[in-house]
């Protein structure tokens, strides 16, 4: 069962940078695709970004896309997060797949990960 620790919230002001990281208990390059999600107070966990088992793939929701890039290494995922806003206030949690999916299918619905981290808090501020 793979564990993941999630490192790299806090406070920044809008307009700032701040880039999350996901520590896994074993390598997960090539066997889970990653993926990062986000829950602000009141409102359902929505996706924000996923990589594909081979790395070769990713997919980004759109109120992230131009802003957020994520990556992956050996047993490590991160996501570079750009030009916050306010509306970027969540907990963020990254997840590790299910392991049938192909080399280069990027999940994005929650019931595809199997695998959860605690979540790190990031508040944007004005």
């Known amino acids: 069962q793979v564990q993941l620790v999630e490192s790299g919230g806090g406070l920044v002001q809008a307009g700032g940078s701040l880039r999350l990281s996901c520590a896994a208990s074993e390598r997960t390059s090539s066997t889970y695709a990653m993926g990062w999600f986000r829950q602000a107070p009141g409102k359902e966990r929505e996706f924000v970004a996923a990589?594909?088992?081979?790395?070769?793939n990713t997919y980004y929701a759109d109120s992230v896309k131009g802003r957020f890039t994520i990556s992956r290494e050996t047993a490590t995922v991160y996501l570079q997060m750009n030009s916050l806003k306010l509306e970027d206030t969540a907990v963020y949690y990254c997840a590790a797949s299910r392991t049938y999916f192909s080399s280069s299918y990027v999940p994005w619905r929650t019931h595809e990960y199997a695998y959860w981290g605690q979540g790190t808090q990031v508040t944007v501020s004005s």
């Open positions: 990589i594909s088992r081979s790395g070769g």
